[in-house]
Nanobody, 127 residues
Framework: QAQLVESGGGSVQSGGALRLSCAAS????????MGWFRQAPGKEREGVAT???????SYADSVKGRFTISQDNTKNTLYLQMNSLKPEDTAMYYCAAVHAPSRWDYHTLDPDDYNHWGQGTQVTVTS
């Protein structure tokens, strides 16, 4: 059974940093592209960053230059380093996996494309 477990969320002041982790199990991680999403109260879930099987990355404009997505394929673990955090980054953050066995460079920020989801970790940025 596919499982994604996020950790690392918390409360931080504006300008601070957090590192989120997502441990994956129960599916062949190497055949999946991975993504981070977030959802603030009253808003739709939005894509934040993706990393493909070839380790290329893609970011939403709102986080470019501040967030970095990475992964450790030996540990089946996804990361999101978040720097220069702003109050508008406050949200529940989710990791997700999309099956891409024939594409090394597959990127998508559309939540509907993803097959597996974690339960989320809360990030709160105070001004």
């Amino acid at each position: 059974q596919a499982q994604l477990v996020e950790s690392g969320g918390g409360s931080v002041q504006s300008g601070g940093a957090l590192r989120l982790s997502c441990a994956a199990s129960g599916f062949p991680y190497k055949y999946y592209s991975m993504g981070w999403f977030r959802q603030a109260p009253g808003k739709e879930r939005e894509g934040v960053a993706t990393i493909a099987r070839d380790s290329t990355t893609s970011y939403a404009d709102s986080v470019k230059g501040r967030f970095t997505i990475s992964q450790d394929n030996t540990k089946n673990t996804l990361y999101l380093q978040m720097n220069s955090l702003k109050p508008e980054d406050t949200a529940m953050y989710y990791c997700a996996a999309v099956h891409a066995p024939s594409r090394w460079d597959y990127h998508t920020l559309d939540p509907d494309d993803y097959n597996h989801w974690g339960q989320g970790t809360q990030v709160t940025v105070t001004s």
